[in-house]
């Protein structure tokens, strides 16, 4: 038999050597494909940082990516234990995620955006350690949903529900005490005193970043999983109830000590004492469901997320990093088309300028006006009309349409339900209705220090009349991919409902100055060629 005289520690180096270079190729490749992620979904994340920085209620998603990488570098043995085969189906999420992205760009929804980057992240964790990794990091990457905004249109109606949910409840705790009070709308009235619960009230602000501990609370929470979800689920009537005792306690306060007081409760009890407070509470939750269960409250990150390690470490599987590098030539082709399908040319139909807008209508005379720069800049139109029209001896009714010719960058009109509370207006009641068959619109009442307003609005999206944001960015994405179109506008109408007239009188004012308007609007706003209406 041949025998070598090589030493063992020699012919085991041998073995070694080439086996360690492999893996370090691997891990360096699974490196480049997430940093060429970070620059291929550059765009949809520095969003995300401008919503954080300047919306409070997503001011915490700062937090999320550190919190994400602290919970995967503490779990890092646990981690590499778990890195078993490598999956192809990584890089089927990966191309999911390219197709997500590609949405997101034509349809001006940067949502799509953020969750195809989470789905690359799942991708290159599947195409690196296969499915055994996957399951043992798939709740610290799924932690970073929470750092993730929704969209404006669907911001503005959840916070205009939990207004009126709060005000509801803070009215019937007040009414507890035997405090009169009535509730109006979003308003509460005390007499003396009127709290106008509006978006800063609505418990949003409170609601996402205890959303986000309640998750990463659940996580650590050493309970059946029965339990981990009741601490999920329990956020939402928490930040809910905290919001409602916020208000009657406000209300006492106005009771007791007279209305002086209630500004300065209004503003100690809002942001961190709330938050804290809620946080509390969720705490007695976890404490409360261990002692039930019997189990000694315990928090603490999950040892091998149940992955049994005996099917795993195989180093002859690991050097197989095919599913990683088509990962990142996907990564790499999105990053080259990207641009390509945000900046290719879209087809803008050809349309009249706002300024030549007539400035009289069928008796109504036009006052135009103009936005401040700011405002302008911040709204990111390509043409708008401002106007105040009248009829001889009646009350004015202005006219703002807000007109973008491409809407895939994220430039799209700003619903009302966010700026009017932006603007000071407290929304007392909304609805959605229509003129006829073919106009649907929404219907909107505003206050704001005792002065009420009667405001239409509704969206012109290539031709159909659309009162419904949901179904306004469904059409949306649909004609960017049918027609290669995304232009669309804003109409509003508003007038000044005077105490000595009824709602009704206003309604009346609008709808006359409406059928005055349509039929020279046509032709300042593109139209399609099979437009329909919702």
């Not at 956020?235 to 006492?252: E, H, K, Q, S």
Request: glycine letters at 6%; one cysteine or more; a neutral charge.
């Amino acid at each position: 038999m041949f025998r070598t005289n090589l030493p063992e520690t020699t012919m085991l180096t041998s073995w070694i050597e080439p086996s360690e270079r492999a893996w370090v190729r691997t891990r360096l490749l699974a490196l480049a494909t997430l940093i060429l992620a970070l620059f291929a979904f550059r765009d949809a994340l520095l969003e995300l940082v401008r919503r954080w920085t300047t919306q409070e209620e997503y001011g915490h998603g700062f937090l999320i990516p550190l919190i994400t990488a602290w919970l995967l570098w503490s779990r890092r043995e646990a981690l590499r234990r778990c890195i078993g085969r490598p999956s192809w189906a990584g890089v089927a999420l990966v191309a999911v995620a390219l197709a997500m992205h590609f949405i997101g760009q034509l349809s001006a929804i940067f949502l799509f955006s953020q969750l195809a980057f989470i789905v690359t992240l799942f991708g290159i964790a599947l195409a690196f350690g296969g499915f055994s990794l996957f399951r043992a990091a798939f709740w610290p990457i799924a932690f970073l949903v929470f750092a993730i905004p929704l969209p404006y249109f669907i911001d503005a109606a959840l916070s205009l529900q939990l207004q009126l949910i709060s005000s509801r409840l803070g009215v019937f705790l007040i009414r507890l005490l035997d405090i009169p009070v009535l509730l109006d709308g979003n308003i509460v009235d005390l007499g003396v005193y009127k709290l106008q619960v509006v978006d800063a009230c609505s418990g949003l602000r409170y609601l996402f970043p205890l959303l986000s501990l309640s998750f990463f609370a659940a996580y650590i929470f050493r309970a059946p999983l029965w339990q981990r979800v009741v601490v999920l689920l329990s956020c939402a009537p928490i930040t809910v109830i905290m919001n409602g005792f916020r208000i009657a306690l406000i209300g006492v306060t106005v009771d007791r000590w007279g209305a002086q007081m209630a500004e300065g409760a209004l503003h100690f009890f809002e942001g961190w004492v709330i938050f804290v407070a809620c946080a509390t509470l969720l705490a007695a939750e976890m404490y409360v469901l261990s002692r039930l269960s019997g189990h000694a409250f315990s928090l603490s990150l999950p040892e091998n997320s149940g992955i049994n390690d005996s099917s795993v470490h195989r180093p002859a599987l690991q050097l197989r990093s095919r599913p990683l590098a088509a990962c990142l030539s996907l990564v790499f082709l999105l990053l080259l088309a990207s641009p390509l399908v945000a900046h290719r040319p879209e087809n803008i139909p050809a349309r009249s300028r706002f300024l030549t807008f007539p400035g009289a209508l069928e008796g109504w005379q036009g006052r135009p006006s103009v936005l401040e720069p700011e405002v302008e800049q911040t709204l990111a139109l390509d043409d708008y009309i401002l106007s105040d029209y009248a009829a001889p001896g009646g009350e004015p009714v202005n006219l703002y349409v807000a007109y973008y010719a491409s809407q895939r960058m994220g430039e799209s009109p700003h619903s009302p339900l966010v700026c009017i509370p932006g603007s000071g207006w407290l929304i007392t009641h909304f609805q959605r209705t229509r003129l006829d068959a073919d106009h649907p619109f929404n219907r909107a009442i505003v206050e704001r220090n005792g002065l009420r307003q009667l405001v239409y609005y509704w969206y012109d999206e290539r031709g159909r009349q659309i009162a419904n944001e949901y179904i306004s960015k469904t059409y949306l994405l649909y004609d960017a991919l049918t027609l290669n179109r995304s232009d669309g506008a804003l109409v509003r109408l508003t007038t000044i409902i005077r105490p000595s007239e009824f709602e009704s009188d206003a309604d009346a004012r609008l709808q006359l100055f409406i059928n005055a308007l349509m039929p020279q609007l046509k032709q300042y706003l593109a139209t399609s060629k099979s437009s329909q209406n919702s």
